[in-house]
């Protein structure tokens, strides 16, 4: 059977949910191999978390050159072990940092790459939608291994728990990879709700809420759902920039997206159109948003949320 | 400095889009400047303008590189109009259908042979929406990869540094010239095209050069579409007005679409 390569996708020192989205689309083509790039030390204790899934391999690559160079080093890394290993496939998780790695990576490999796939299929045909969500796409790399980055929740992960072998490699890391130096790191300030791509509900605001998040908050707690935003409310300063949902911001594809005061220009509908169900809470029946609603409340969002929310207390209770 | 953008001609987001043997139809549709590749022309100006300007002879100059069809003129006039000093557009009928590795083999030719310091690039192309164009330029020139910058600082002397801003969260990275770099659209605002510098970019240079010019063989695109669908639109929702009861009507929905 053939073997596919997964690069593992960590949110803090845990394995995300995305990880497990990619070994369950890989184990279609083959036997899955989760590698994991990790600072001197540190890899064992990560690989540990990659636990779920059909993960038959954990391949561990420890470098220092990973956190001082970034993209680069990693796409190095992981160009290198793909032309030892001949994999038939690699999927990585579709964000910045992935696109990048797998741009690189189909570069150092002369391999084909398809982004944003949301889904794959055993013979490593991708499905992509494209033009904001209106045509589906099936497309396959027909050069070199397919380089595949997959949208995250996108695909059902098969969660059961994993006991993978784990083995150790090195890598080599080019000086052209080591051009680009990072001084320091900051990652993204966790809250306690759930991560915004990974989320089955997010409940986002916009200008609409004039600086006034609460109500947003309290109905996406009601839901245990995750809080996005529009740029209007990241550019001024009411909610922080990794929550900004569109374009230049996140893409998301929950269960559920409820757009509250948010009036659904192409730059936010972007990031948000594929996904499942739409709820719309605006009190202008003009607003573009409500073309792509499933259901919409014209009304005030201060009055609508906190009755929902209340409502959604009660049916609880 | 010698600093190059990259930008690119894309349909108008607004426009209908629609396939065609597998690949976008770029002829029955709106064109525009991509939005995204403002704020990389915007940058680049304003790195040389920090540093005794554009002006013709001074100390910097500000090329605008596209690859595209003969109509993605308009899109870099635009890129002139703004303030940019010349222009090379890569038209050739064997580079239609290039995949983002074809483009970025003769982006990173071009880029290479014209001994830039530093060349700009937007964060994403708003109809691929792919994001990997500058790192596989990066890569292929093996240049500095400063990628999705929120801001630029560039030392003359041969330095940039970037702060770095991704879901991944943000980092402070630098490096020697050349190097290649992406602009979040977080960064600046693009300044509207003078009527002076209209006028102006009528009088500028976009030199046209195919392939055989550039020095490069095209390269079939390694990925294919083997077929696309339209998807059924949405059907048409329910709208309701909230007369004190929108609340309750949002709650009974969820619950009847067992989303709660
Ligand atoms: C290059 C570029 C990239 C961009 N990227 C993104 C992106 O990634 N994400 C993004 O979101 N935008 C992006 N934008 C911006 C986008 O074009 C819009 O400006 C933005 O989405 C508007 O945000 P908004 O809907 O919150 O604000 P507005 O358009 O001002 O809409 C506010 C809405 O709230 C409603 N409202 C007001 N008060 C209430 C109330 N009390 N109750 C209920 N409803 C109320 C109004 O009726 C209105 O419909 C981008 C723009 C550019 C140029
Ligand atoms: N055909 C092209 N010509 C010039 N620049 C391009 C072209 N395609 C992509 N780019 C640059 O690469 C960036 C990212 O594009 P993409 O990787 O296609 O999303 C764009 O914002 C442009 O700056």
Known sequence: MSNVFILADFSGDKASKITAELATAGARIGAVTAVVFADAGKGAALAATVNQGPITNVLIVESDDFAKHGVPAVADALANLIKSKTPAAVLIASHAFGKEVAARVAVLTESGIITDAVDVSADATATQLVFGGSTTVHSKVSHGTPIITVRPNSIEADLTSATPAIDNASAEIGDAAKLSAISSSQPPVKGGRPELTEANIVVSGGRGTNGDFAAVENFADSLGAAVGASRAATDAGWYPHSHQVGQTGKTVSPQLYVACGISGAIQHRAGMQTSKSIIVVNKDPEAPIFDIADFGVIGDLFNVLPQATAGISAKKS | ?260
């Open chain 2, 1 to 260: 400095m010698k600093i190059a953008v990259c930008v690119k001609q894309v349909p108008d987001s607004w426009a209908e889009k629609k396939m065609v043997n597998g690949l976008l139809d770029r002829v029955n549709v709106d064109a525009v400047l991509n939005d995204l590749d403002e704020y990389a022309v915007e940058e680049a100006l304003r790195i040389a303008e920090a540093h005794g300007g554009n002006e013709e002879g001074g100390a910097n100059t500000v090329t605008v590189i596209s690859m595209g069809p003969e109509r993605a003129t308009e899109a870099v006039r635009k890129a002139l109009s703004m303030g940019a000093n010349d222009a090379i557009l890569i038209t050739d009928t064997a580079l239609a259908g290039a995949d983002a590795l074809a483009t970025s083999a003769v982006l990173a030719k071009v880029i290479g042979d014209g001994g830039y310091d530093i060349v700009i690039c937007g964060t994403e192309s708003t109809d691929a929406r792919m994001s990997v164009v500058p790192a596989m330029i990066s890569a292929r020139l093996g240049w500095g990869q400063l990628t999705f910058a929120s801001k630029v600082t560039v030392d003359p002397a041969g330095k940039v540094s970037i702060t770095r801003v991704t879901e991944a969260g943000v980092d402070e990275i630098s490096a020697a010239f050349p190097c290649v770099i992406s602009v979040v659209e977080k960064i600046n605002e693009p300044r509207y095209p003078s009527f002076k510098g209209i006028m102006a970019a009528k009088k500028k240079t976009i030199e046209q050069r195919d392939l055989a010019t550039v020095g490069i063989s095209s390269q079939s695109a390694w990925s294919q579409v083997n077929d696309a669908t339209p998807r059924p639109p949405r059907a048409a929702g329910v709208k309701v007005t909230d007369e004190g009861n929108g609340g309750q009507a949002l709650v009974n929905f969820l619950a009847e679409k067992k989303l709660i």
